[in-house]
């Protein structure tokens, strides 16, 4: 999704608990619109400018392209405050101007509608609650944390987008070195489906599949079932170091199993065109609706999987490939191992 495109020319109120990516995700956008040469402005009573900076720059933004403004939080004195931001809105000549910790200066319905009619191109809020100015933004987004063992998985929900078309309400944010990247469970397909042979010796049995594919494979030995699916131009995600030495033609990656449970996994670019996970079962279901559509992925297994999580389910042993389960009916539902 497009950040510049839900923000800009709108007045937008985004909230959450801290740690959900509140700054994080406005950041992105406040960016990506300071790179089409408008001048941005952001007020933080909650963040030190320097604090910001630091988060910028790790994500490699340059800090020089936003205009930052810390003030302290006192709420005895909220007009005054409410009065200052609005002339440092207009001496700054803000075309995109940001309020993180909008509770100090927007406190009733008045106030609100004030900030709002700034005549500022693009005004963003954003606060650990709901707030008053809420009631009249075009553009309304809540986040939300969930915190396991092992990662956080952050909740993105567009709840108004007023005069925005938007076929996806709810993302999920994955953070990388590079900056925030929002994910979707809702697999969109393409007007132009492409196809491809699937990997190693697969391609002797099935003619081709549409990339998005999901194929298990299982049996009594992870390495026959790895030899079978090994192949150039793959990525071979193993758990075990033993188990690098499976592959001879595919890219093992060594990972902890816990690594499939993080959304920034499954952000990362993918540069194979096919995805083989040894140790399949390990790895929750849930997890695999943010696969990309742009690899092929095979799952490898010891016990048999469920066949309607999968397109293609193959048992394989010393002897065979045999194909229990796929879409429609093929030519040679098996094939002899030499």
Known sequence: MELKRLFDERVSFVY???????????SRAAF????????????????????????????????????????PY?????ETLFNQVIDLAYREKADVFVVDGVEAIVFDRATADAFVKMGIRTIVGIEARYNPMADIADVIVRLSARYTSHATIRRVEIRKARGVGITTPVYYMAILPSGPVLLTDEQTPTLEERRIPPPGLLANIIREVPLGTQIALYGPYQRISAAVVDAPNSIAYVHRPYQWTYFKKAKPKLVSIYEHRRLEHYAEKLLSRYVITLDAELVPRAYRRFRSQNAVWVDIYTAPPNPSEYDYVLYVDGRRIKIEHSPEPVETPELPLQ
Do not use: C, M
């Open 16 to 26: 959450g608990p801290s740690g959900a990516g509140k700054t994080v995700l406005v």
């Open 32 to 71: 990506e619109l300071a790179k089409e040469g408008l001048r941005v402005v952001w007020v933080s009573f909650n963040e030190g400018k320097e604090s910001l900076h630091n988060t910028w720059t790790s994500f490699g933004w340059d800090p020089r392209q936003i205009s930052v403004f810390d003030y």
């Open 74 to 78: 006192v709420p005895q004195y909220k």
